[in-house]
Each structure stands twice: as C-alpha cells, then as structure tokens.
C-alpha cells in the first residue's frame, strides 16, 4: 500500500474545517433570527405593559418602555371579577392535570401490557385521535350527565389526550426492563403494587413532561368555559380575558365612528383599557411560563422517547 503523504491531506483538512466555521456561523445566524422573530413579541408586549398608554396606542413604544407607570397592572389587579377566575384557572389546571397523569399512566402501563383484545383496544385509542363527535353532540353529552355550568366540566374536558397515553406507553416499554415485572410477579406483587411501586417511581421524566403538556393546555383553555359555563364565578381566566380582548375590539371600532369631547374621553378610557389588556396577558402566560420553565431540564429526554433503540 502507497502510504498518502501528509501534505497532501492538510488542505483539505483546513477546507474542511473552513466549511464547517461558515456553517456553524449561518446556524448562529438563523438561530439569532429566529429567536429575534419568537421573543419580540413577548418583550412587546412586556414593555407595553409599563408604559404610558398614549404612547403605546400611538405606535411609539418599540424597543423600551417610555412613560413608565403600573396603571394598567392596578386595574387587574382590582378586578376581582379577574382575581376570581385566575384562582378559578389555578385549581381547573391543578386537579385537572393530577386527575390526566393518573389516568394517562394508567392507561398506559394497561396498554404496555400483554392481554387478549389489546390490539382492539389501542384501535379504539388511536382511533378518538382522527375523529370525534363534534360540537354539538358532545353539548348535548355534557348536559345529559349533568355537568354543563359545572365546574367539573373544566376539569374533565381533554382529561385525557391519547397522543400522550400513547407517549406514556412508549416510555415505558423502552425504558422499564421487562425483567424488573417477572421478577415483581415471583415475589407475589401484584399488577398494581407493580404499577405504585416500580413504574412510577421510574417514570419520572414523563410524568415531567406530561405535566407541563396538560398544565399549559388547562391553563390556556378558553373554548371550555365559553361554552359549557354560564355562570361567571365559574369561569377561567382565559375565558374573561377572551371577552375583554373582543370588548375592546368592539369599543375601539364604536369610538372611531364618534367624534365629540365623550368621545375623547372615552377614547382615553380605551387606552388605559389596552394597557390592561398587555399586563393580562403577562400575569395570565407567567404561570406557564414558569412551569416551563421548572421542568425543562426533562424536556431533552422526555421528547426523545423512542427515537434511539438500543
């Protein structure tokens, strides 16, 4: 065999290395894009939020807050009508995201298991994925079994999302060893103890992950109490911030439509009412943001589950 001499092979090397900079440096460059085009909006409507609102109205707040002032935060946060319903939101997401993660798991570790009908069954899972009743059959449902104007009803609705049953499922037949069941079943441990005692303690990253997947959809369902609640102390937060953006949508065309001095003032009304309107949105998406924010660590692993065998 010729052997390559050594500095036939250096240019290339360097080639290559100089290729893989430009590279590196067009990813950094879309990266930075990207994150520019996600994150500006939220800075907005950050910024909005301390600023004076004539100024925001009129376009003038753009890259830092000008006229600083915590007017619209005071209006929030002496809306009881407000306070209310984020209390409201925080116990629909808190029950209603323990009651799915039982029920996810369990459904789950079922599905892992081997037992006659068991192809049916996941049929019928994967099968809710594609189709389901629609609106006006599933009124009808709530209200036959009692739970329309419940507050039960913002719990149990999306109890269960089969895409992540199925998530669940795969982690634990990728991940639990099938020898820790046989050797659970030879000491007398039932289906049960095994499912308490060995698959949840082990299933702590896709419990993680499944917490913050049901615990942000909880929190930003509007849809279900928009529909099924008609009492007011009942309703979430995401529903009284849907009728405030679509009052102010409503007001803001009246106004311009009048031309008077009660126009004026009610103009300058409207203005302060936007500026509401961002620090609702802050004080309503920072919940979410902060569970995200605790759990992403299991994130880079949960989201992986069964991409890589072996």
């Known amino acids: 065999m010729t052997a390559i001499p ?70 929030v946060f002496q809306n009881r009508e407000l306070i209310h319903s984020f209390f409201n939101s925080v116990v629909y997401t808190v029950v209603g995201t323990v009651l799915s993660l039982v029920v996810t798991m369990g459904a789950a570790f079922t599905l892992s298991r081997k037992f006659p009908g068991k192809k049916l069954i996941s049929f019928v899972f994967a099968f809710t994925m594609f189709f389901n009743g629609g609106l ?68 702590g990253t896709i419990i993680a992950v499944l917490s913050v997947y049901y615990g942000v959809a909880k929190w930003n369902d509007y849809w ?22 679509a009052s102010l949508e409503a007001s803001r065309e009246l106004l311009m439509s009048m031309v008077s001095d009660t126009a004026q003032q009610d103009a300058e009304l409207l203005n302060r009412a936007q500026i509401a309107k961002y620090c609702i949105i802050v004080v309503s998406t920072a919940p979410a943001v902060v569970l995200y924010l605790c759990m992403q660590k299991f994130f880079v692993k949960g989201v992986m589950i069964g991409s890589i065998k072996g």
């Open 224 to 245: 279900t109490g928009l529909i099924y609640i008609q009492t007011r102390s009942f309703l979430p937060l995401q529903t009284i911030l849907k009728e405030i953006l």
């Open 136 to 203: 006006i059959p599933t009124f009808l449902t709530i209200r036959d079994v009692g739970l329309y104007d419940k507050p039960w009803v913002c719990i149990l609705m999306g109890c269960v999302s089969v895409w992540n049953v199925m998530l669940a499922r795969t982690y634990i037949t990728s991940t639990i060893p099938e020898a820790l069941y046989e050797a659970a079943d030879l000491d007398g441990a039932s289906q049960i103890q095994y499912f308490f005692r060995i698959v949840v303690p082990l299933s």
């Open 6 to 75: 050594h500095n036939e092979m250096k240019p290339m090397k360097q080639k290559d290395i100089r290729a893989d900079r430009l590279f590196n440096v067009f990813i950094g460059i879309m990266v930075a894009v990207v994150l520019l085009i996600t994150l500006y909006p939220i800075y907005l409507v950050i910024i909005c939020s301390f600023s004076e609102p004539a100024l925001v109205t009129s376009g003038q707040v753009t890259l830092y807050p000008r006229g600083l002032t915590l007017v619209g935060y005071n209006a």
